[in-house]
């Protein structure tokens, strides 16, 4: 009885660390991506995209401005304002 209480605990403390860690994980790329046009080019090309460099600072500039509007608190898409 208590190996399949456990086995449920477990299963959900996994599921739940391991959603956070893969948050964590894509903000870090995302901050990456910014700084470097290289890598963001090299993921818009992967999505079938070629990007001429306005278009690459446009879409850096958006990213900037998107990441500010979520570290300025509780502005996130879908939430409550």
Known sequence: MWTVIISIIT???GAV???FAGVWYLR???EKMQNDPEMLKKMAKQ???NMNNQQMQKAQQ???NQNQQFTKGNNRPGGRR
């Open 17 to 19: 660390g391991g959603f």
């Open 62 to 64: 958006m990213m900037k």
């Open 47 to 49: 999505m079938g995209y």
């Open 11 to 13: 299963l959900i403390v």
């Open 28 to 30: 870090k790329q995302l």
